[in-house]
C-alpha cells in the first residue's frame, strides 16, 4: 500500500524531494546573502518548520488559507456593497447632476483662490532667533513674507473649499459605484440614463422597449425600501 504524506506527497517523492532540498540547503548555507533573499521571498504562511525552503508539506494548508482569505474578502465585500446599496435611495441619486455641476464650480473657485494666494502682496516682518553658537543670544532679523491677513483670510477659504471638493467627489463616486454594481444590464443603464444623464422614465422606457410602469418598477427592485 502506498503512503500518503501531506501535501499528497508519495514517499519515494517525500525522499526525492528530500535529497533535493537538502542539497540546496546545504550550497544555500554556504551562501548566506541569498539565503537571507531565498527565505524573504518565501511563501510559507503556516510557518510549520523552520527550513531555509519550503519542503512541500504545508503545499494544501497554504492553499488552503489563500483559499480561506479570498472567501472572506469575498464576503466582507458583499456585506460592504449590501450596506452601501442600503444606504442608496432615490434622493440621493438625484443629487446627482447637481453634483457634478457643484465640482464644477469649486474647481473654478479653488483656481480662482490659487490665482488671488499668487497676487498676495509681500512685506517685510520681523521674527525672533538665536545665534548658532553658545552664549545663544537672541537676534531679531527682518524677512519677506505674504501679507498675513490676506494670506490667514485665502487659506481659510481653500481649506473649506477643499473640504467640499472632498465630500462632493466621495458622493459621486459612491453613486457611480452603486450603479455599476447593479448586476443586470438592463437595470445598470436604466439608472445611468436617468440619474446620471438626465433622462426621463418615458425616455427610458421607449429606449429601452419598456413600459414607464415597468422603468418604475425596475428602480423599486433596486433600491430599499
Known amino acids: 500500500m502506498e503512503v500518503k504524506y501531506a501535501g499528497n506527497k508519495t514517499e519515494k517523492e517525500r525522499r526525492q524531494r528530500q535529497v533535493l ?8 548555507q554556504k551562501k548566506p546573502d541569498e539565503a537571507k533573499r531565498w527565505k524573504k521571498d518565501m511563501v510559507d504562511p503556516c510557518k510549520a518548520c523552520a527550513e531555509i525552503i519550503c519542503m512541500g508539506i504545508c503545499a494544501d494548508r497554504a492553499h488552503y488559507k489563500q483559499e480561506y482569505r479570498e472567501m472572506t474578502d469575498r464576503i466582507r465585500q458583499q456585506l460592504i456593497n449590501r450596506n452601501r446599496r442600503q444606504d442608496m435611495d432615490k434622493k440621493k441619486l438625484r443629487q446627482y447632476r447637481s453634483l457634478k455641476r457643484e465640482q464644477k ?20 516682518g520681523k521674527v525672533k532667533g538665536s545665534m548658532d553658537t553658545f552664549p545663544y543670544i537672541e537676534t531679531h532679523m527682518s524677512v519677506v513674507m505674504s501679507e498675513p491677513k490676506q494670506a490667514d483670510v485665502i487659506y481659510r477659504q481653500m481649506m473649506i473649499n477643499g473640504k467640499r471638493q472632498e465630500q462632493v467627489d466621495e458622493l459621486l463616486a459612491e453613486i457611480e459605484e452603486f450603479i455599476s454594481q447593479i448586476p443586470d444590464s438592463n437595470a445598470r443603464q436604466i439608472f445611468e440614463f436617468i440619474y446620471l444623464n438626465g433622462m426621463t422614465q418615458q425616455e427610458v422606457g421607449e429606449r429601452l422597449g419598456y ?12 433600491l430599499k425600501d
Open 211 to 222: 413600459t414607464k410602469g415597468r422603468i418604475s418598477q425596475i428602480i423599486s427592485e433596486n
Open 21 to 28: 532540498f537538502d542539497d540546496q540547503r546545504e550550497a544555500l
Open 105 to 124: 464650480m469649486l474647481e473654478g473657485k479653488m483656481e480662482k483662490l490659487n490665482e488671488r494666494a499668487e497676487r498676495i502682496p509681500a512685506v517685510i
